[in-house]
Structures are given as structure tokens and as C-alpha cells.
């Protein structure tokens, strides 16, 4: 299988190239990897140093917009997971244009190239912040859109050009959407990595308000997990919740970096509120675990003990990084 994969120099999307060019996904071994990433702040090769000398990857740095470059690599390809997204919520807030530009014609553009090439699956991930927000309970699959930051009203637009391609051309997309991600080569900018790296390093760190913000926590691996799953065995036109089964509030996992870095609560630093900061997050992952046989299998304590030591001890990923956002915040 030829598998074109956007923003696979991302966080996310790195972690699904590795372990889908390592063969750890049942009825994927052997497949022909394709990447396509801008390389933004966020998109970094490095990510890809692992799998970078395979015979069966390459590497096209390109604009999910550009529809020439973009029907070009689809239509050499079999399949396309979709990964390339703007993804900070804070970013977005400050200034929504890049994300609506990325998150929906991107995702058009793509769309339409799949449509063109008469492909044969395409997934498209999202997250679970496109329902909003929800005190007791989990969303199903099924539950209404109902973002509040610009960044969740991009996602959810993708969602809705994606599942009007499915229903309007019978175009054989997937949907995942997936609780808070943590692992291995998160951009330094997202709550878990920020926090270890500034707390190794003797820093303070921020939390929101009263930090009673809660969030469903699922390593990067197990969601690459569940979108094989979904790349492979997923119904076509339907959407799939990926979730990690453990929610803590922002001021619990922030006791847990602390407790793991050694530091204690005269390292944190209250400030002001996010604004429209969704309360809580939950998935219920029913679905895709009867109909693919989806479970989480790390364990979260172990996950996080094994994060907090990488970043500990892969300084030189992460610091040149840090000062580059630092540099991008104030230009």
C-alpha cells in the first residue's frame, strides 16, 4: 500500500511514520510511506531522523493548499491520513486566520484531490475539541459540533467538508477524533513538554485559572494505534473517537511533573484564565473498540515517567526549539 502522510514532520503524525515504517501495525506491514509537511514552526525533520534512510519513505515538503502539488502526491498514492493541521489553541486565539486557512482549504484541497484520484480511504484527524465542552458524561461519535476556540471551529469545519465528501461523492473517509496527546518529540509549546523542560531546567511554570480544567490524557501511540486501526478496518463515512481513559485536572498533572522533575508548588505561577476554556473533555470510545478492537495499552504513569525522561535526556531536540518559539513570540 502507497500511504501519503500529511504533516508527518508533526508530533503526531512523526509518531505514526515510525511505527508504521517499524511494521507495528497489522495489515499495514510493508507499506510505501509518502510525507508531506510544511515544515513550520512545528514540523521539524528531526522527527523523522529515525526512518529517514528506509527505501520505503520519502519526503515532499509542500502546502496541503497547493492543489498542484497536492493532487500530484495523491494520485500516486493508495490512501491519505491526514495529519497537517495548525493545532495551538492559545495561537489561535491570538490570531485565527492561518488556522481557518489550513484546517479547511487544506482539508478541501486534499479532499477533492482524493476525489479526483479515486482513492481508495482517506483519515482525517481531528479531536475531540470540536464537541465543546461537557460536565458529566462522554460524547459519542454522534454527539453535535459545538466548538468555542478558533481553533476547534477550524477542526470542526474539516470535520464537516470531510463527512459532506463521504455522504455527496460517497468518498471513502474515516474521521478520528482524539483525546489530549502526549509522548515522544511534542513541540515545547503544548502543557507536558513545556512544563518538564522548564522545570528541569529550574524555571517556573504557568497554570490556567484555578486549574480545575479537566482532560482526557492518551499517549501519542496508542492514538497512532487507533488510526491504523481505522486506516485498516475502519467503515467508510464514519468517525471514531480515540481516547487514553485517564482524566486528570490541570492542577492534578501538574502535581505529577512536579512530583517526577522534583520540584515542588513554589515552581508554579497562577494566571489569568484562558479565555473560552472548555471545562472538561471525554470520549467514549465504545465504538471503535467493538468494531476494531481498540484499547488503550500504556498505562499512564508509565507513559508519562517514560516522556519526562526523554525530554530529560534529549535536550538537543527540544532546546533549540524553545528558542525559537521564544523568538517568534516577540518578533
Same mark, same amino acid.
Not at 511494521?23 to 514552526?41: C, F, I, M, N, R
Not at 519526503?59 to 495529519?83: N, P, R, T, Y
Not at 478558533?150 to 467538508?161: C, G, N
Given at each position: ?108 484541497? =486534499? %479532499?477533492?484531490? &482524493?476525489?479526483?484520484? $479515486?482513492?481508495?480511504?482517506? +483519515?482525517? !484527524? ?129 502535581? =505529577? %511533573?512536579?512530583? &517526577?522533575?522534583?520540584? $515542588?508548588?513554589?515552581?508554579? +505561577?497562577? !494566571? ?60
Amino acid at each position: 500500500m502507497r500511504i501519503l502522510v500529511t504533516g508527518g514532520a508533526g508530533f503526531i503524525g512523526s509518531a505514526f511514520v515510525r511505527n508504521l515504517l517499524s511494521d507495528q501495525y497489522p495489515g499495514l506491514e510493508g507499506a510505501q510511506v509518502t510525507v508531506l509537511d510544511k515544515l513550520t514552526y512545528a514540523g521539524n525533520l528531526a522527527n523523522l531522523a529515525p526512518v529517514a534512510d528506509s527505501d520505503r519513505y520519502s519526503f515532499v515538503q509542500g502546502d496541503i493548499c497547493d492543489a498542484a502539488v497536492v493532487a500530484e502526491l495523491v494520485k500516486a498514492s493508495d490512501a491519505v491520513v491526514h495529519f497537517a493541521a495548525e493545532s495551538h489553541v492559545d495561537r489561535s486565539i491570538y490570531g485565527g486566520a492561518d488556522f481557518v486557512l489550513t484546517n479547511v482549504l487544506g482539508t478541501q484541497t =486534499l %479532499l477533492q484531490a &482524493a476525489l479526483d484520484a $479515486d482513492l481508495t480511504k482517506f +483519515v482525517h !484527524v481531528s479531536t475531540d475539541e470540536v464537541y465543546g465542552s461537557i460536565s458529566e458524561g462522554s460524547w459519542t461519535e454522534d454527539w453535535p459540533l459545538q466548538p468555542n476556540s478558533p481553533y476547534s471551529a477550524s477542526k470542526a469545519s474539516s470535520d464537516l467538508v470531510a463527512q459532506a465528501y463521504a455522504k455527496t461523492h460517497k468518498l471513502p473517509v474515516c474521521i478520528t477524533r482524539c483525546s489530549n496527546n502526549y509522548g515522544y518529540y511534542q513541540f515545547p509549546e503544548k502543557v507536558i513538554p513545556l512544563f518538564v523542560t522548564n522545570l528541569i531546567d529550574g524555571g517556573t511554570v504557568p497554570l490556567y485559572g484555578d486549574g480545575s480544567n479537566i482532560r482526557d490524557w492518551l499517549h501519542v501511540d496508542d492514538h497512532c494505534r487507533g488510526i491504523a486501526l481505522v486506516l485498516a478496518g475502519g467503515r467508510p463515512g464514519e468517525t471514531y473517537n480515540i481516547g487514553g481513559g485517564t482524566e486528570l485536572t490541570n492542577k492534578e498533572l501538574t502535581g =505529577l %511533573l512536579l512530583q &517526577a522533575t522534583g520540584r $515542588d508548588w513554589d515552581a508554579v +505561577v497562577p !494566571v489569568e484564565d484562558r479565555k473560552g476554556h472548555d471545562l472538561r473533555y471525554s470520549v467514549d470510545i465504545g465504538k471503535i473498540s467493538t468494531e476494531l478492537g481498540y484499547a488503550p495499552q500504556v498505562p499512564f504513569d508509565r507513559g508519562l515517567a517514560e516522556t519526562v525522561e526523554w525530554y530529560r535526556t534529549n535536550r538537543d531536540w527540544w532546546e533549540p526549539l524553545k528558542v525559537r518559539s521564544a523568538l517568534d513570540r516577540t518578533s
